[in-house]
């Protein structure tokens, strides 16, 4: 399995038009981050795109431009879900309805904006529910329960892979669902206590309590500058950047 980092970036991306680079260097290519989002290409290969965030178009040129056959939403926050009308450029030439994966209150919220879409069938939505597998093709996905704010993300586990972002916190079932992984993509914002997202001390608690063999940040924010981390973390914990990819066996 495959994984392609299309974008590592906070909700307003790096750097933002309010706040620049903040504390990240300029002059480094890889603080230049798009709005987090991921690219599985599974081993019976298919696409899976993770989100479609305002920058998604860009991504997936950036990507090859592959054909992408399901799409998983973690929330609806406009970061996440902001480029959805893009999805038009997969349903064209299909034979089978586009299928997406999202939680209720997701669904609810999509139709609100891009029920649109849906008006001639092309893309079908899927409802999931936390630590309810389900298939793509051959694939087995895990949806993990997570609280982010006041609001309940979507995690991901694909085999010895997990995708988790915007998170605060998780209960005993999301990190028993988590253990053993080889490789995880883990959303940090910042530094600093977040009340929506895991701060950078913590979710180093969390990789040991996971005991995930390979981490990488994303969705980090200005004052995660890409270089300092490379110097300060541990070896197994990088953070990501956009066009990163991962193999995991
Ligand atoms: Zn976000
Ligand atoms: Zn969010």
């Known amino acids: 399995m495959k994984i392609r980092i299309l974008g590592c970036g906070p909700s307003n991306g ?4 309010s706040r620049g680079y903040g504390l990240c260097d300029p002059k480094e290519p890889k603080n230049n981050r798009t709005r987090s989002s991921a690219l599985i290409q599974t081993n019976d290969h298919r696409h899976i795109l993770i989100d479609t965030g305002p920058e998604v178009r860009l991504q997936l040129i950036g990507a090859g431009n592959p054909k992408i056959d399901a799409v998983l939403y973690t929330h609806h926050h406009y970061d ?9 450029s997969f349903t064209a030439d299909r034979q089978q309805p586009l299928p997406i994966y999202l939680s ?3 669904k609810n919220n999509f139709l609100k904006s891009w029920g649109y879409l849906l008006n001639q069938g092309q893309m079908q ?5 936390p630590f309810r597998p389900f298939f793509i093709g051959n ?7 997570q609280y982010h704010g006041t609001q309940i993300s979507m995690g991901f586990r694909f085999q010895n892979f997990a995708y988790s972002t915007d998170v605060k916190t998780m209960d005993l079932e999301g990190f028993e669902a988590l253990k053993g992984i080889d490789a995880w993509v883990l959303g940090v914002v910042s530094s600093r206590a977040n ?3 895991v701060h950078l001390s913590e979710a180093l ?30 070896a ?12 995991v066996a």
């Open 14 to 17: 790096l750097p933002s038009l």
């Open 236 to 247: 197994h914990i990088r953070p990501a950047y956009d066009g990163l990819e991962i193999e």
């Open 80 to 88: 996440h879900m902001g480029g959805a009308d893009d999805l038009r």
């Open 205 to 234: 608690q969390w990789i040991d309590r996971v005991q995930a063999k390979r981490t990488w940040l994303t969705h980090m924010g200005q004052r995660l500058d890409y270089q300092t981390l490379c110097q300060e973390l541990p």
């Open 139 to 145: 694939t087995e996905i895990l949806p993990v329960r």
């Open 104 to 106: 209720a209150i997701d």
């Open 195 to 197: 009340f929506k997202h």
């Open 125 to 129: 939505l899927n409802v999931i529910e």
